[in-house]
């Protein structure tokens, strides 16, 4: 019988954040695959696992993933790490995980920690929408070529970001999204955890003030205008929706998200008044 790929997610900083399913299972698999042991290891030791480690990085993944479902065919449980957070997201991973569904093996999350959405949730921007990109170009002209391709997304973008690269990118996000709202999350659950808040101006001067930056940091911007400008009525954008096969009451939620309006305002244009509108 094949083993089970499990995919867990680890603490980001705090070695609390962990799941008490994800500790059972580090300690029952036969093996541990993970970007780097050493880092993997101070985590294992912490929780007195003792299973075995195998390496798991950019660097080796084709050849990794080959032998690791051919493990997982004899029957043995893999269990795949980052060194911080859920793997596959900005991570290592996809391989694996994609082979393994080939060769019929059961992939199975363990939901934990993420650095993404722990930023996304305390952050104070919209969370309805948003739009993940991982790690933005390190060159200024990809970067700002990314961040025009995104500008009128109507969602919070957020993104990871090196803190050696921080001015330069909120230099990039002045010159291309201007004084939008921006949130930088830096050491997520660990001792010197800060957000800041303000415009890419704002906070290049803040950081800039500091003799060094250091941690990792999540971006988040807020939104851009989307389709906001659509001059389509509402109550024809209603019925576009529910023509595409939408249910009326998730056409309106959409239309309401779309435009920035509250499902309130969208229900009344619709003509839906004999049942009274929607909260929210």
Do not use: W
């Amino acid at each position: 019988m094949a083993g089970t790929l499990y995919l867990v997610s680890t603490p980001i900083g705090n070695l609390e954040d962990i799941t008490y399913r994800a500790v059972r299972i580090l300690k029952e698999a036969g093996l541990i695959a993970c970007e780097d042991t050493r880092q993997t290891r101070k985590l294992l030791d912490h929780y007195s696992i003792r299973t075995s480690t195998l390496s798991y990085h950019e660097h080796n993944e084709a050849e990794r993933a080959a032998e690791l479902v051919e493990r997982l065919r004899q029957g043995t449980s893999v269990a795949l790490v980052s060194d911080a957070g859920t793997p596959l997201v900005s991570d290592p991973g996809y391989r694996l995980v994609q082979r393994a569904i080939e060769a019929g093996i059961r992939v199975e999350p363990v939901p934990g920690a993420s650095a993404l959405l722990a930023a996304l949730t305390a952050s104070g921007l919209p969370s309805d929408e948003f739009h993940f990109a991982g790690f933005l170009p390190p060159k200024s002209g990809r970067r700002k070529k990314l961040l025009e391709s995104l500008k009128d997304a109507a969602a919070t973008l957020v993104f990871y970001e090196a803190p050696h690269r921080i001015l330069e990118t909120l230099d990039d996000l002045e010159a291309v999204l201007g004084g939008r709202p921006i949130v930088l999350a830096r050491e997520i659950t660990k001792l010197h955890e800060e957000f800041l808040r303000g415009t890419p101006a704002q906070l290049h001067a803040v950081l800039k003030a500091r003799p060094v930056i250091k941690g990792e940091i999540t971006l988040l911007v807020g939104k851009g205008s989307g389709v906001q400008a659509d001059d389509t009525p509402l109550a024809q954008a209603v019925e576009e929706c529910v023509r595409a096969g939408t249910p009326r009451m998730e056409a309106i939620k959409a239309v309401a998200r779309r435009r920035g309006l509250s499902k309130r305002e969208v229900y009344k244009a619709a003509g839906m008044h004999a049942t009274g509108p929607p909260n929210g």
